[in-house]
């Protein structure tokens, strides 16, 4: 038997053992489940399923209550079927992650390295959480920015936004990685402006659906811009807002120095003429999620569930600062527990994490832009 065919086996084998860790958190029911999740399904179901989009009843965008209307037909308890979706699309991220190894990494070790980087993912704490016991949706819009990443990797750039077009349909925080797009934009000759129409194009085309049967074609951006101005404060989260009073006037100088701070990036990154192999990208796009989750303002406890999953991939690829995909998803981890179980001391944790994650941004920094400085030099 093949290094391959066995190395298949033992993924498969595997995947059914962590379906089976997330099937025993099924029946939990969490907050947000029962104030909201539970309360929408019940609303498609009482209103004949699709057709019950072209009313305004929930602040998630079209193309999942378009996902949600489909399971109201299900005859089975609404709690199991969207945690069905959500595990699909976990495995789905391990599958990508796996793949994204084989074909980019430079190493003739990369078969050991995508079967370590796939079951890292599936067993990652808070991924097999967020959709086995919280019920959210965060892997869908994971799946395609990662996705996107892929497609950048693999230098087809209409593709990659396409991708992030899809992601942008399912949820806000795609946001968090258009700013490696931006720099990769200003960078690259070959990336077309036209490019950045797939955003709202493919966007629209995900709520066709829900258009025809009556919703409004302005729900995507009614429904993003009340989720910008559900919170004015950020919520069990370790970033610079732990050492800032609450307030409009720190929340919109937090948005313009996020974007100073991009520009920066940009520039330096122009300046060094990368010739944007996949270490370089990887990085820029984890630093793009970490900047904006530690500098914009509002950010939730789920927020930095992108990065956790990159974080891995990251290492993988450098073999190196093992303490950079720790730091992330630990503090990920305790923002779970905070918002699922009782933390004690979580205030020591708000104090001090945020301090952890400020040293992982500059040492990627470092890592970044270290081998150019040294050439500049000499």
């Not at 967020?130 to 965060?138: L, V």
């Not at 992030?164 to 402006?193: D, E, H, N, R």
Request: glycine share 4%; proline share 4%.
């Amino acid at each position: 038997m093949s290094d391959d065919k066995r190395r298949i086996k033992l993924l498969v084998f595997y995947t059914i053992i962590c379906i089976i860790i997330r099937i025993l958190f099924f029946t939990y029911q969490s907050n947000d489940y029962e104030m909201f999740l539970s309360g929408w399904m019940q609303y498609l179901i009482d209103n004949g399923g699709i057709l019950a989009l072209k009313y305004f009843f929930a602040n998630y965008n079209l193309p999942y209550l378009t996902i949600m209307a489909l399971l109201s037909y299900i005859p089975i308890n609404p709690l199991y079927t969207i945690k069905i979706v959500s595990i699909i699309f976990d495995v789905l991220i391990a599958i990508l992650a796996y793949k994204m190894i084989i074909k980019f990494h430079p190493s003739d070790k990369k078969g050991k390295y995508a079967t370590y980087v796939y079951m890292v993912i599936l067993l990652l704490p808070t991924i097999f959480l967020n959709s086995a016991a919280w019920g959210q949706c965060d892997a869908i819009y994971t799946f395609f920015a990662l996705l996107a990443v892929y497609f950048l990797l693999d230098k087809k750039y209409a593709r990659a936004f396409i991708s992030l077009g899809v992601s942008f349909a399912f949820k806000l925080q795609f946001i968090f990685l258009l700013p490696l797009f931006v720099i990769m934009f200003f960078c690259i000759k070959k990336i077309s402006i036209k490019n950045f129409i797939y955003l709202p194009l493919v966007n629209l085309v995900l709520c066709l659906p829900a258009i025809i049967v009556g919703a409004s074609p302005f729900y995507t951006y009614e429904v993003y811009f009340g989720q910008t101005m559900l919170y004015d404060r950020a919520l069990n989260v370790f970033n610079i807002y732990n050492y800032l009073p609450t307030g409009s006037l720190v929340n919109i100088l937090g948005v313009i120095i996020t974007l100073g701070m991009f520009l920066i990036l940009l520039i330096a990154c122009y300046r060094a003429k990368f010739k944007w192999n996949s270490k370089e990208i990887i990085t820029v796009g984890l630093l793009s999620i970490l900047i904006c989750f530690y500098f914009l303002p509002c950010m939730h406890e789920r927020y930095l569930y992108m990065a956790d999953i990159l974080s891995v991939i990251w290492y993988l690829f450098y073999n190196k600062k093992i303490y950079i995909p720790v730091i992330i998803n630990l503090c990920s981890l305790l923002t779970y527990m905070s918002y699922l179980l009782y933390v004690p001391n979580f205030n020591f944790f708000a104090y001090t994490f945020p301090v952890l994650l400020l040293i992982v941004i500059i040492e990627l920094l470092i890592i970044l832009f270290k081998k150019k400085l040294e050439d500049e030099k000499y």
